[in-house]
C-alpha cells in the first residue's frame, strides 16, 4: 500500500518539514468497516424513524513487521503517523486512492528487535 503524506513531526534525517512524501508499505491487516451515526425512533404503534447524521467508512491498518533495515523503516513509519496523528490528511493507495485522517492513536508493537504499526484510518 502506498501512502502519500506531508511531513509534520518526529522528521527522519534529511527530510524537511511541510514536504510530501511516500512510502509504500505492506500490510498484516486492511480491513474495511463502515460506521454509521444516527437515532432511531420507535413510536406507539410500532413505525419507525431513523436519522442518520454521519456515514463513515474506516479501515484498519496492520503493518507486517518492520525494522531499521526494511522499507520502509521505523523513522519513516514514525514520521508519517506522527506528521498525521492531530487529523492531518494523508493518501492511501490500495486498489483506489482513498483520502484519510488517523481516527485513533496508533500502536507500536516491539517484538525482538521488529515492531508491527497497528491504527485506524476514517475514510474522508
Request: cysteine-free; proline content about 2%.
Amino acid at each position: 500500500m502506498i501512502i502519500d503524506y506531508t511531513a509534520k513531526r518526529s522528521l527522519k534525517t534529511g527530510h524537511i518539514v511541510d514536504t510530501a512524501y511516500q512510502i509504500d508499505v505492506d500490510l498484516n491487516q486492511f480491513d474495511r468497516g463502515a460506521y454509521t451515526k444516527g437515532s432511531q425512533q420507535e413510536a406507539i404503534s410500532g413505525n419507525t424513524v431513523t436519522i442518520v447524521q454521519a456515514r463513515q467508512k474506516k479501515y484498519s491498518i496492520t503493518t507486517v513487521l518492520i525494522d531499521s533495515s526494511t522499507t520502509p523503516d521505523i523513522d519513516d513509519m514514525r514520521e508519517f503517523l506522527d506528521s498525521v496523528m492531530s487529523g492531518e490528511t494523508f493518501q492511501i493507495d490500495s486498489e483506489n486512492f482513498i483520502l484519510a485522517s488517523i481516527s485513533s492513536p496508533y500502536s507500536e508493537t516491539r517484538n525482538e528487535g521488529y515492531f508491527r504499526y497497528s491504527f485506524t484510518a476514517r475514510q474522508l
